[in-house]
C-alpha cells in the first residue's frame, strides 16, 4: 500500500491526488463531465482500503456472514461548479456522512486548490444476492467510527 496511490486520511477525510490527462478532456480541453465519476470512484475505493489494518479480516467475516455481498452505488447528486483542464492536479475528497442499516451516504469534493470544482452526494447500497440487506455490524461499527466531523 502506497500512501501516494492510495491518498491519505485527514482529519476524518481521505485524500487522493489526481493529475488531468489528455485523454481526461473533451474537444474543448475541460475534463469531460464523465471521468469525474471516474475520480470519485478511485477516492471511494481508496477510502475504503485506508479505512484500517483489518479491512481483509472484516470484509471475509462479512463474506462469512452475508455470501456474495457487495457495494453498489444506489443515488448519486452532482453539483458541476467549474471546469478543471489538462495537466491540473486535482484532490478527491471523500468524507462518510451516514451510516444507515444497508446503506451509506459519503460526500465528495474535486478540488483545485482552494476551488471546489465538484460537489457529490453518494448513497452506496450494500447488496447480496441481488437484494439491499443490512450491512454486517463489524463493516457499521468501523464505518461509523470513521465519520468525519461536521
Known amino acids: 500500500m502506497t500512501p501516494s496511490l492510495d491518498g491519505e486520511i485527514r482529519d476524518g477525510r ?6 488531468v490527462y489528455y485523454e481526461d478532456t473533451d474537444f474543448s480541453g475541460i475534463v469531460y463531465h464523465a471521468n469525474y465519476l471516474r475520480f470519485m470512484e478511485r477516492g471511494r475505493t481508496n477510502h475504503l482500503r485506508l479505512m ?7 470484509f471475509e467475516q ?3 456472514e ?3 455481498f457487495a457495494f453498489v452505488v444506489r443515488s448519486m447528486q452532482l453539483d458541476f461548479l467549474r471546469p478543471a483542464r489538462m495537466d491540473d ?3 478527491v475528497v471523500t468524507w ?3 451510516v444507515k442499516g444497508a446503506s451509506i451516504t459519503l460526500a465528495q469534493e474535486v478540488r483545485r486548490g482552494e476551488d471546489v470544482l465538484i ?8 447488496i447480496s444476492e441481488g437484494r439491499a440487506k443490512p450491512i454486517p455490524k463489524s463493516l ?6 470513521d465519520l468525519a466531523p461536521e
Request: proline letters at 5%; hydrophobic letters at 50%.
Open 66 to 68: 452475508t455470501p456474495g
Open 52 to 58: 484500517g489494518a483489518s479491512q481483509h479480516a472484516l
Open 140 to 145: 457499521r461499527l468501523l464505518m461509523k467510527a
Open 62 to 64: 462479512a463474506q462469512e
Open 96 to 98: 462518510p456522512v451516514a
Open 119 to 126: 460537489k457529490a452526494a453518494v448513497r452506496v447500497a450494500f
Open 14 to 19: 481521505h485524500h487522493m491526488q489526481v493529475r
Open 89 to 91: 492536479v486535482l484532490d
